[in-house]
Every structure is written in C-alpha cells, then in structure tokens.
C-alpha cells in the first residue's frame, strides 16, 4: 500500500534532453544483458528515499515467517537476502542507477497481512501484500499495479487478473516487461508508461496496461524517460533476493 502523494508530473527542465535513446541502448551494461541490483551483502548501489531516517535494511542469509508471531519474519545471520531490517518497517530504497525501458525479476516474501511494493522508475508501483486465498482482488493486492491519487482518492488502479500469490513465508516472483514514458525534443509527453507483461510465480496477470500518471507513494511524482528501483520498507516485514534488470533498447510503437 502506498502513502498519499499528491501527482506532480512534467517532462520539463533538463529532462528535456534526455530522449529515450538513454533508456539503456548505449549503456555498455545494457549489451551485457542481466544486471544484478543487490550484491548479497550490502547495499552499495542502493540509497534511502529519506536520507535523515534510519535505515534498517541488513543482509541475511534466509528468512522465515516467526514461529512465535506469524506476522514478523525472522532472519538468519549471513548473505544472499536483503531484510528490511529487525522490525519489519524501515526506510524505502532506491537504485543509485537509473533506468528506463526494462525487464526485471525480482523475488520477495511477505509475513503474515504484511505491506511492500516494487516502483518502477521510481513512480510505478507493483503491490505487493500477503493476499494469500483471497478470492476477489483489487489493485491493492499483491500484483496490482497501484491506484493514481487524484483529487484525494485513489483512481485508474488495475487488479492482477487473477490471484497468484503464494502463503506467507513462502519465496515469490514477479517477472516484469516495463516501457517507459516517451517525451518529444520540447519535453512534452507523447506516450505513457506502459507494463508490457507483469507475470506473477508465472502467472500473467497484466498485459499491456497504459499509465497516465505516477501511481500513489511515487518517489517524485513527475514522469521522466529514467528513474530507479525502489523498494517500499515502511509498510511491513519484507524480504527480497536475486534482484536483477535487464536494461533494453528503445523501440518503437
């Protein structure tokens, strides 16, 4: 879930210069292919959303639900897992890169009722919340792609197209295709964001889905042609691992 922001968006300022073209095409980690965000052990390459907060989110080697309250995850001491940190609420991260078009996968696990999200861009969100059995799902389950906040409600939020989430505890997956904003030389906008695929534990739940707009918690509210990754870590306990983009060439319609 996400916190309410009123959306701001401009193509304007220096944005103006940076065409599509550096959405990863001439970026030589781009012709690399795969390229992992989180090395295992620290958070090099990462940055808190809000720097003056305390920053909590620690390296594990595993995490399980706690036997004692399903509702917290416990970790064990070593490498491979990013915990957002002993109390299950800490800061959001974000990538120092940024990024445009993009492939991304990226695992995560939830305790019991608990809160995340994955911002593409930084203004993108993807839910994720522990809607293990629920029947009928919204944009505010796991997999949706977050609700605009317009005029103080929530508007133009998509619903995953059916319910793919794993219990609580247990590792899950998003696998996502993502296009970026695209911007004329004057800095206006002239197409939107759009989620090409989202699959969620191999699930396709979204398919081409057009976003006029930052969804609610954005970083910034404004759209532009690169932003990073961000992880929400103020809504609850949650883990992620094997974090890994795939930036891509622009192409056209």
């Not at 979204?206 to 918690?217: A, I, K, Q």
């Given at each position: 879930?996400?916190?309410?922001?009123?959306?701001?968006?401009?193509?304007?300022?220096?944005?103006?210069?940076?065409?599509?073209?550096?959405?990863?095409?001439?970026?030589?980690?781009?012709?690399?292919?795969?390229?992992?965000?989180?090395?295992?052990?620290?958070?090099?390459?990462?940055?808190?959303?809000?720097?003056?907060?305390?920053?909590?989110?620690?390296?594990?080697?595993?995490?399980?639900?706690?036997?004692?309250?399903?509702?917290?995850?416990?970790?064990?001491?070593?490498?491979?897992?990013?915990?957002?940190?002993?109390?299950?609420?800490?800061?959001d991260i974000r990538t120092v890169?940024?990024?445009?078009?993009?492939?991304?996968?990226?695992?995560?696990?939830?305790?019991?009722?608990?809160?995340?999200?994955?911002?593409?861009?930084?203004?993108?969100?993807?839910?994720?919340?522990?809607?293990?059995?629920?029947?009928?799902?919204?944009?505010?389950?796991?997999?949706?792609?977050?609700?605009?906040?317009?005029?103080?409600?929530?508007?133009?939020?998509?619903?995953?197209?059916?319910?793919?989430?794993?219990?609580?505890?247990?590792?899950?997956?998003?696998?996502?295709?993502?296009?970026?904003?695209?911007?004329?030389?004057?800095?206006?906008?002239?197409?939107?964001?759009?989620?090409?695929?989202?699959?969620?534990?191999?699930?396709?739940?979204?398919?081409?889905?057009?976003?006029?707009?930052?969804?609610?918690?954005?970083?910034?509210?404004?759209?532009?042609?690169?932003?990073?990754?961000?992880?929400?870590?103020?809504?609850?306990?949650?883990?992620?691992?094997?974090?890994?983009?795939?930036?891509?060439?622009?192409?056209?319609?």
């Open positions: 879930m996400s916190r309410a922001n009123p959306t701001r968006w401009s193509g304007g300022g220096l944005l103006v210069i940076l065409s599509a073209s550096l959405a990863g095409c001439g970026d030589p980690m781009a012709r690399q292919g795969w390229v992992s965000l989180y090395d295992g052990k620290s958070l090099t390459g990462f940055k808190a959303r809000h720097p003056e907060a305390a920053n909590t989110w620690q390296s594990a080697a595993a995490v399980e639900v706690d036997p004692a309250d399903a509702k917290k995850l416990v970790s064990t001491a070593g490498e491979g897992v990013l915990v957002n940190g002993p109390a299950g609420r800490t800061t890169r940024e990024f445009g078009d993009c492939e991304a996968h990226v695992e995560f696990v939830v305790s019991q009722g608990s809160n995340s999200g994955v911002y593409f861009k930084g203004e993108y969100e993807i839910q994720i919340l522990d809607s293990f059995g629920k029947e009928k799902v919204t944009f505010g389950d796991c997999g949706g792609i977050y609700a605009r906040w317009v005029n103080d409600q929530n508007v133009e939020g998509h619903a995953p197209r059916e319910n793919a989430s794993r219990p609580p505890g247990k590792w899950q997956e998003f696998d996502v295709v993502f296009r970026a904003p695209r911007f004329d030389v004057g800095g206006r906008k002239i197409e939107n964001a759009r989620f090409i695929s989202v699959r969620h534990n191999g699930v396709l739940i979204h398919e081409n889905v057009s976003l006029n707009g930052p969804t609610r918690g954005s970083l910034t509210g404004q759209e532009r042609p690169t932003g990073p990754i961000m992880l929400q870590g103020d809504h609850g306990p949650v883990a992620f691992r094997n974090l890994r983009i795939k930036p891509s060439c622009p192409t056209g319609s």
